[in-house]
T-cell receptor, first 115, second 116 residues
Framework: AQSVTQLDSQVPVFEEAPVELRCNYS??????LFWYVQYPNQGLQLLLK??????LVKGINGFEAEFNKSQTSFHLRKPSVHISDTAEYFC?????????????FGRGTSLIVHP | EAGVTQFPSHSVIEKGQTVTLRCDPI?????LYWYRRVMGKEIKFLLH????????ESGMPNNRFLAERTGGTYSTLKVQPAELEDSGVYFC??????????????FGPGTRLTVL
């Protein structure tokens, strides 16, 4: 079984400030890791994913995430946020091989960017 | 190309009533998934269709929930009778390939269901 923990339910920041949204996971097997974003009244959109290779993954809209296997983390970062980044962000994990391909999601982190 | 659409966007019903949610996947996508997010909690998988067949329905909470995908196109999720704990946002997603579903799974905007 696997699980995902997003410790912060809400993260308020000012525009142009850096932000980090935390994600920790647990799994007994190797995993793929994902960050999704949901803008108001829209569906979930894939921001970035880690499948293998470089542990630093770059995604859309200037976001990046670093896979840290020893700390079982996959934190999402952006050096300078915009008002338009206000949204809910979900971390997700699924096994990388056989077995269930169904993803496990975290509870989501609401990023609120203030002017 | 149209994305995944869901109808209605919001639904407010009373406990004991019936509600039917609809999902139209991206044209040509054989795989269709339903998920649910209860307020403040994680998004949880409900079930997966491949064309009109249920591939995995392990996430369905109980027999008050019935999902169908007649003809392998759109899908409906019926809740009958609805209970208070059914409130939440119901997401639908579709993909071409189930084996790499997370690589190309497209989500709809969700239906927010409120049971009073």
């Amino acid at each position: 079984a696997q699980s995902v923990t997003q410790l912060d339910s809400q993260v308020p920041v000012f525009e142009e400030a850096p932000v980090e949204l935390r994600c920790n996971y647990s799994s007994s097997v190797s995993v793929y890791l994902f960050w999704y974003v949901q803008y108001p009244n829209q569906g979930l959109q894939l921001l970035l994913k880690y499948l293998s290779g470089s542990t630093l993954v770059k995604g859309i809209n200037g976001f990046e995430a670093e896979f840290n296997k020893s700390q079982t983390s996959f934190h999402l970062r952006k050096p300078s946020v915009h008002i338009s980044d206000t949204a809910e962000y979900f971390c997700a994990v699924r096994t990388d091989g056989g077995g269930s391909y169904i993803p496990t999601f975290g509870r989501g982190t609401s990023l609120i960017v203030h002017p | 190309e149209a994305g995944v659409t869901q109808f209605p966007s919001h639904s407010v019903i009373e406990k004991g009533q019936t509600v039917t949610l609809r999902c139209d996947p991206i044209s040509g996508h054989d795989n269709l998934y339903w998920y649910r997010r209860v307020m403040g909690k994680e998004i949880k998988f409900l079930l997966h269709f491949v064309k009109e067949s249920k591939q995995d329905e392990s996430g369905m909470p109980n027999n008050r929930f019935l999902a169908e995908r007649t003809g392998g196109t759109y899908s409906t999720l019926k809740v009958q009778p609805a209970e208070l704990e059914d409130s939440g946002v119901y997401f639908c997603a579709s993909s071409q390939d189930s084996l790499t579903s997370m690589m190309g799974q497209f989500f709809g905007p969700g239906t927010r269901l409120t049971v009073l």
